[in-house]
């Protein structure tokens, strides 16, 4: 039976991820004095021989938390000298393979065997210590994955352990962007609410009879404020379009074709034209009206090429 991927990552377990690795100096008083500094650690065991003496030790010792910072590269050593073990690559492309490809650090922790000492030769091995089954977490399914370093010195003593855990996770695929929102108000509402029940409407003045859009509180020709509406058939020609490139709004697909169209009572809109390709839409052409529910709360009226017989 073909072992599946946990099982393939779990394989992985006791492979190496660093070979020795040694540090680039010995322990030393100028790092220790930069780290303590860094740290505000104001313990003089760190950095006075006399005090540390006076502890009972033979001299200063290192912050046992500074462990990691002795096998520590800079990015131009790191970049020249280091030689991932191939289980790290492995690991990579198990993930990869999975679609694990989003990481976040989760914790680490370390122990210490002994205080390191100036002079002290520090060197670190890391290797794959666990990788979880797979987990359901609010970032999304994946491995946890715990490596080990170990950190000897030059006699080959452990001096300390260190343990990274990370998670390997899928990312979520991003919800669809929503449509821009109009901004309502008591002049333009009764249009969008009637979009909602799919009917298109055509603002009217009540006393000439005038059609107007987009919708507003007066008769551009009589200045009238009475005004009621009248259903648009939904039968329009291109007057003119345009198509977007740029900018990109994540709500939409690209390239977009947008027209303004003239309702075969009079009134224009711009509207998306859809089911058509950017290169087939021709001023003059008949289209036809289709509702776009784009989400709960927001309907829009759109056109398409008109079926033939259509207009
Ligand atoms: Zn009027």
Redesign the pocket.
């Known amino acids: 039976m073909t072992p599946d991927l946990t099982q393939r990552l779990q394989a992985l377990v006791g492979r190496e991820l660093v070979p020795a690795t040694p540090a680039q100096d010995e322990v030393n008083l100028p790092m220790i004095r930069h780290w303590a500094e860094a740290m505000g650690d104001a313990n003089p065991v760190h950095l006075d021989a006399d005090a540390a003496r006076a502890t009972g030790r033979e001299g200063v010792v290192a912050p046992p938390t500074m462990l990691q910072a002795w096998t520590m590269r800079g990015y131009a050593a790191h970049r020249d000298g280091a030689r991932p073990a191939p289980a790290a690559a492995e690991l990579t492309a198990l993930l990869d393979e999975g679609g694990f490809t989003s990481v976040v650090a989760t914790d680490s922790e370390q122990e210490y065997m002994r205080e390191l000492r100036l002079g002290d030769r520090i060197s670190v091995t890391e290797v794959v210590e666990e990788v979880s089954p797979r987990k359901s977490t609010s970032l999304g399914e994946g491995h946890f994955v715990t490596s080990r370093r170990t950190y000897r010195d030059a006699a080959g003593e452990t001096v300390g352990i260190q343990r990274w855990r990370t998670l390997r996770y899928r990312p979520p695929a991003a919800p669809r962007a929503r449509r821009p929102r109009p901004a309502l108000n008591q002049d333009n509402a009764f249009w969008f609410e009637a979009c909602r029940k799919h009917r298109l409407l055509v603002q009217r003045?009540?006393?000439?009879?005038?059609l107007r859009h987009p919708p507003g509180p007066a008769?551009?020709?009589?200045?009238?404020f009475e005004w009621d509406t009248v259903e648009a058939s939904g039968a329009a020609v291109v007057h003119t379009y345009t198509v977007v490139h740029h900018p990109q709004v994540p709500a939409f697909d690209y390239p977009l074709t947008v027209a303004v169209v003239e309702l075969a009572e009079g009134t224009r809109l711009i509207a998306e034209l859809v089911g058509t390709a950017p290169g087939e839409v021709r001023i003059g052409m008949d289209v036809e009206l289709q509702w776009i529910d784009a989400d709960a709360e927001l309907t829009i009226p759109a056109f398409r090429p008109a079926r033939a017989g259509s207009s």
């Open positions: 003045c009540a006393d000439c009879g005038t008769c551009g020709d009589c200045a009238s």
